[in-house]
């Protein structure tokens, strides 16, 4: 048998490795050239040209700081016309404050010159009313009869006096003994002669008497003593008009008044009720008391009346009074009244009357 020829193979292991080696150096030759190439590019590229960019963005910058500088300009003038127009402010404040203070001055010599003008007029009607009084004296009561106060005292009342047909009301009931309620309780359990000549009983008699010297003689008159009842002090003369100019008969009531003796409570509905009996009706109404009334028409069904009751009552009693006559009221103020003087003000000023509360000593 013939023996096998043995190939030999050119390409081996070796020649592999070489080409391999040879492609890796082609491969990196290729990158260093292209690395090399592209570098070259970038630095032949031409940067843009910014210059204009800043110029312009400096020029924006400068015109910005002028335009600051402008402003601050036009703050610093404002702030001048602020302060100009403050002061012009304060300068008008100041002129109207003074052209105010002319007007008051204006307006109160105006005010002044006005009262000055009323205080003229009435000058003017108290000497016409000074005239007419003085063409009256000749007629007064003063001729008939006369009052001599203590020390021969010449005083100023207020009240409205005169009148054709004049009604006295004398409150007789037993608070017009004293001022106080404990004196009150106590000069009333004291004998009749005691309780006449009680120092505020004499004080209403005098009062009641110096009124009477200030009747016209030609007028006439009537004079009631009231508590819980009315009547006259002239016995059977109730519901009928005195004439003044019998002096006789004008003394003998002012007798028969010395002699009443204060007592029981007040009724005011009771005696003004009287008032619409007289006829013709009283044109001027003398009411002497001490304070607000005690019971109406009948008798309080308890032992004590409280300042409400005797407010309502006195409210009640009013109700009575004929319209259009003047009540002039003399109060002889008690302890424990003191709503009584601000409803008898009220009472006078409603039907055109005075008020007076005298002093310890008058008339």
């Not at 028409?297 to 032992?303: E, H, L, M, Y």
Request: charged share 25%; with cysteine.
């Amino acid at each position: 048998m013939a023996k096998k020829r043995t190939e030999v193979v050119t390409f081996g292991l070796s020649f592999l490795d070489i080409m391999s080696c040879g492609l890796g150096a082609v491969v990196l030759l290729f990158l260093i050239i292209k690395h090399n190439t592209e570098s070259s590019t970038l630095t032949n590229i031409e940067m843009p040209d910014l210059s204009s960019e800043v110029s312009m963005l400096e020029k924006e910058i400068l015109e910005g700081k002028e335009g600051l500088a402008e402003l601050l300009n036009t703050i610093a003038e404002v702030d001048n016309r602020i302060v100009t127009a403050q002061g012009l402010a304060r300068r008008i404040t100041e002129d109207l404050e003074d052209r105010a203070g002319n007007l008051e001055e204006a307006l109160a010599s105006a005010a002044q010159d006005s009262e000055i003008e009323k205080l003229k007029q009435d000058l003017q009607r108290l000497e016409q009313e000074r005239q007419r009084q003085e063409a009256e004296s000749d007629n007064t009561g003063a001729d008939t009869r006369s009052f001599i106060g203590e020390g021969n005292r010449q005083y100023l009342t207020g009240l409205k006096l005169g009148g054709n047909r004049v009604l006295v009301l004398l409150d007789a009931s037993a608070s017009m003994l004293e001022e106080t309620i404990v004196n009150i309780i106590r000069t009333r359990n004291m004998s009749d002669d005691i309780k006449r000549n009680a120092p505020k009983w004499r004080q209403a008699l005098e009062m009641v008497e110096w009124l009477s010297t200030r009747f016209p003689v030609t007028s006439k008159y009537q004079i009631y003593t009231f508590n819980t009842t009315a009547d006259s002090i002239v016995p059977n003369t109730k519901g009928q008009w005195l004439n003044v100019s019998n002096s006789n008969q004008l003394e003998e009531s002012f007798d028969s008044l010395k002699n009443i003796v204060p007592q029981g409570g007040t009724s005011l509905e009771n005696v003004f009720a009287e008032i619409s009996r007289l006829s013709p009706q009283p044109d001027n109404i003398y009411l002497l008391t001490d304070g607000l009334p005690t019971q109406g028409r009948n008798p309080p069904r308890g032992a004590t009346v409280s300042g409400r009751n005797r407010m309502s009552l006195f409210e009640s009693a009013i109700e009575n009074i004929p319209s259009n006559i003047p009540i002039n009221v003399i109060l002889l103020p008690m302890e424990g009244d003191p709503m009584a003087a601000s409803a008898f003000w009220q009472l006078s000023q409603i039907t055109g009357g005075s008020f007076m509360s005298p002093s310890e000593d008058w008339p």
